[in-house]
Structure formats: structure tokens, C-alpha cells
């Protein structure tokens, strides 16, 4: 599974924009390196993306330019990786199946999971630091599974969301439920729709229910806003080059949404949680071409 590359007459933009004034800004515009699924850094100095197989970090302002992280022992990279809430490292899923921890000043990595033939894209880590919530796939032709492992390493265990595939959990700021995007309800396959189950398991609830196919909830750090993904109906996954949407709601409402954002994206806009430590800014990242 090779690193994606943008097409010809394609380019990555990395947005910053503001929830509260709808103000967008592009700090980055890439014809080169495809960028994807920006991080923000918990001081609120950095983005940390991926491209390439690499990981890069991009100051969050206007004529900004990517450095690369330089790790050592670290296979290429895909778009799921999330802060440790330490502020110092990063987690890591890797082309290899595998996820790794290392510090965000580069260097050595630690091989945080241990076990063979199995994919493990990481998108959530609690926010005390002792656990990751991944997304656990033997085969693709097989429904990916919340699993949930010890930050240092060690037994994983599944948590039951009922059937169909589910992607992108991660917890709530305040540690008591764990997100996420769900077929459970899907009427015609790839009909994802945002959820969420209490942390330890329990009843899966559903928070929206629409006729587009919804991925990848993220919250702010403050737990009143949050923004997804939405894609259009009969969409299968979370594929690059469509037409999307950027929806931001208020966690007390998910049925109407304050702001709609579209642009050309899909995969690698907004895969893991990209809030801003204020609250009200978030990254994502738009790839149009020429024509658009």
C-alpha cells in the first residue's frame, strides 16, 4: 500500500479555520508532496501532517513551510496519527500494519503492538494517556473493529458497536465516550452515520441520521463543537477526489449544523482530530486541480 501522490495539475492546501468567525485560511499550498490529516499540536505552534511516509511539521500562519520529523526506525506512514496528550510525541500508524510512538523532536520510535496480520489504524488516545482506541482490520473484505490496547503496549481487547465497519474513534475531552463513524444502520452498503458509545462499552448511540454518508467526528478540546466529514450519498468508504463537506455542529445538537464547508477532498482531509488547543480553530486540508 504505497503513499497516496496528488495528481497532475493537483496541489494539497492545508485550511486553518475559525469556528466562530467562519474565516478560512490557507497557510500551505503544496504542488509536490500530497499532505494529509493535520494534527495540532497541544502548544498551538505546530501542525503535524503526513506525506509521503513522512511526518512533517507546518507552522500555523500564512507562507508557513513543512520540515520533515526525521525518525529513525520508522516504516512509511499513513494519514492516522494522534498527539500523545503529553504535548512532547506522537503516535503513529504505519505501513507495516503497526503503530509506533516517537517524540516529536525526532529520533528513535518505540513498536507499541506486537501482533501479526492485523492493521491497525490509530485514531484516538485517552485523554490520560493510558490507552488507544485503533480500528482493527484483518481483511478488508471484513468490517474494521473499535479495539482498545494499553498506550505501552500489551492485550488488546474489541469493543461490541453491533455490526457493520466502523472508523475513527477517539474519546471525548472529558474521557466518558468514545466517537465514531458507523454501518450499523446502513440501509445500502457504505452508509456510515456518526455514533458514539460510553467508554467500556454499552449502548451504541446514533447522533445523526441523514442521507449522506458521515465519517470521522472530531470534538474540541472543550467538548462544545465538533466537525465531520460528509460525503455523498452511496459513497463506499472514505475515498480522495470527491466533492464533500466540512460540517461543524454543537455538541449539544448534532442535527443542525452551524457551518457547511465544501471543497474537493475525501481521504486525507480530516482523518484525525485537528481542533486547535483554543477551541475554535480547526485543520483540514482541501486537494483541488486546475479544473476546480
Given at each position: 500500500?504505497?503513499?497516496?501522490?496528488?495528481?497532475?495539475?493537483?496541489?494539497?492546501?492545508?485550511?486553518?479555520?475559525?469556528?466562530?468567525?467562519?474565516?478560512?485560511?490557507?497557510?500551505?499550498?503544496?504542488?509536490?508532496?500530497?499532505?494529509?490529516?493535520?494534527?495540532?499540536?497541544?502548544?498551538?505552534?505546530?501542525?503535524?501532517?503526513?506525506?509521503?511516509?513522512?511526518?512533517?511539521?507546518?507552522?500555523?500562519e500564512t507562507g508557513a513551510t513543512p520540515r520533515p520529523i526525521e525518525f529513525e526506525g520508522l516504516p512509511e506512514v499513513n494519514n492516522d496519527h494522534v498527539l500523545d496528550p503529553s504535548g512532547d510525541a506522537i503516535y503513529l500508524s504505519a505501513m507495516d500494519g503497526h503503530i509506533y510512538h516517537g517524540a516529536l523532536a525526532g529520533g528513535s520510535v518505540?513498536?507499541?503492538?506486537?501482533?501479526?496480520?492485523?492493521?491497525?489504524?490509530?485514531?484516538?488516545?485517552?485523554?490520560?494517556?493510558?490507552?488507544?482506541?485503533?480500528?482493527?482490520?484483518?481483511?478488508?473484505?471484513?468490517?474494521?473493529?473499535?479495539?482498545?490496547?494499553?498506550?505501552?503496549?500489551?492485550?488488546?481487547?474489541?469493543?461490541?458497536?453491533?455490526?457493520?465497519?466502523?472508523?475513527?474513534?477517539?474519546?471525548?475531552?472529558?474521557?466518558?465516550?468514545?466517537?465514531?463513524?458507523?454501518?450499523?444502520?446502513?440501509?445500502?452498503?457504505?452508509?456510515?452515520?456518526?455514533?458514539?458509545?460510553?467508554?467500556?462499552?454499552?449502548?451504541?448511540?446514533?447522533?445523526?441520521?441523514?442521507?449522506?454518508?458521515?465519517?470521522?467526528?472530531?470534538?474540541?478540546?472543550?467538548?462544545?463543537?465538533?466537525?465531520?466529514?460528509?460525503?455523498?450519498?452511496?459513497?463506499?468508504?472514505?475515498?480522495?477526489?470527491?466533492?464533500?463537506?466540512?460540517?461543524?455542529?454543537?455538541?449539544?445538537?448534532?442535527?443542525?449544523?452551524?457551518?457547511?464547508?465544501?471543497?474537493?477532498?475525501?481521504?486525507?482531509?480530516?482523518?484525525?482530530?485537528?481542533?486547535?488547543?483554543?477551541?475554535?480553530?480547526?485543520?483540514?486540508?482541501?486537494?483541488?486541480?486546475?479544473?476546480?
Amino acid at each position: 500500500m504505497p503513499y497516496r501522490e496528488l495528481a497532475p495539475g493537483q496541489s494539497a492546501r492545508i485550511h486553518v479555520h475559525d469556528a466562530v468567525t467562519g474565516e478560512d485560511v490557507v497557510v500551505h499550498e503544496s504542488t509536490d508532496v500530497l499532505l494529509e490529516a493535520p494534527n495540532w499540536s497541544v502548544d498551538g505552534e505546530a501542525l503535524l501532517i503526513n506525506g509521503r511516509g513522512l511526518v512533517w511539521s507546518l507552522a500555523p500562519e500564512t507562507g508557513a513551510t513543512p520540515r520533515p520529523i526525521e525518525f529513525e526506525g520508522l516504516p512509511e506512514v499513513n494519514n492516522d496519527h494522534v498527539l500523545d496528550p503529553s504535548g512532547d510525541a506522537i503516535y503513529l500508524s504505519a505501513m507495516d500494519g503497526h503503530i509506533y510512538h516517537g517524540a516529536l523532536a525526532g529520533g528513535s520510535v518505540r513498536k507499541v503492538t506486537s501482533d501479526e496480520g492485523v492493521w491497525h489504524f490509530l485514531h484516538g488516545v485517552s485523554p490520560d494517556g493510558e490507552r488507544l482506541a485503533y480500528v482493527r482490520i484483518t481483511t478488508f473484505d471484513q468490517p474494521g473493529l473499535l479495539t482498545i490496547m494499553p498506550a505501552a503496549g500489551g492485550e488488546s481487547s474489541v469493543v461490541d458497536t453491533g455490526a457493520g465497519h466502523i472508523d475513527g474513534p477517539e474519546w471525548s475531552p472529558d474521557g466518558s465516550w468514545i466517537y465514531f463513524n458507523s454501518e450499523h444502520w446502513a440501509s445500502e452498503p457504505g452508509h456510515a452515520q456518526i455514533a458514539r458509545i460510553p467508554d467500556g462499552g454499552g449502548d451504541v448511540e446514533r447522533l445523526v441520521s441523514s442521507g449522506t454518508v458521515d465519517w470521522f467526528p472530531h470534538l474540541a478540546p472543550d467538548g462544545r463543537t465538533a466537525v465531520y466529514l460528509e460525503f455523498p450519498p452511496g459513497t463506499l468508504g472514505h475515498p480522495a477526489d470527491r466533492e464533500v463537506t466540512l460540517v461543524v455542529v454543537r455538541t449539544d445538537d448534532w442535527t443542525t449544523p452551524v457551518a457547511r464547508i465544501p471543497f474537493p477532498g475525501g481521504q486525507g482531509t480530516i482523518n484525525v482530530n485537528s481542533w486547535a488547543p483554543d477551541s475554535r480553530r480547526f485543520a483540514y486540508v482541501s486537494y483541488p486541480t486546475a479544473a476546480s
